[in-house]
């Protein structure tokens, strides 16, 4: 049974930081590319952060301020957040897909996604 559920989320103002976090379970996480997407209401999903052993990939619009990672011990994905912007403003959800991610990850379909944490940024 597959289970991502995230935590974190938060209302912030804007220069302030958040760490998300999503916990896992029934699927290979250590050979899966896990991502994390947001969506703010009205608009596409949109890819955030992948990472898949070595490999990390950022959405431009997030570089140099967030960085993902993963603890395999405990099956936890994370998104570490500075420097928060009002256009931040999404409810941030964790994915997960077995096999590698790829610079085109953000296209890709992925296996499975949890419920999300919303993340609100104010000026």
């Known amino acids: 049974h597959v289970q991502l559920v995230e935590s974190g989320g938060g209302s912030v103002q804007a220069g302030e930081s958040l760490r998300l976090s999503c916990d896992t379970s029934?699927?290979?996480?250590?050979?899966?590319?896990m991502a994390w997407f947001r969506q703010a209401p009205g608009q596409e999903p949109e890819g955030v952060a992948a990472q898949r052993d070595a490999a990390t990939y950022y959405a431009d619009s997030v570089k140099g301020r967030f960085s993902i990672s993963r603890d395999i011990a405990s099956r936890t994905l994370y998104l570490q957040m500075s420097n928060l912007k009002p256009e931040d403003t999404a409810l941030y959800y964790c994915a997960s897909k077995v096999g590698m991610c790829g610079p085109n990850w953000s296209k890709l379909r992925f296996d499975s996604r949890g419920p999300g944490t919303q993340v609100t940024v104010s000026s």
């Open positions: 029934g699927f290979r996480f250590m050979v899966s590319c």
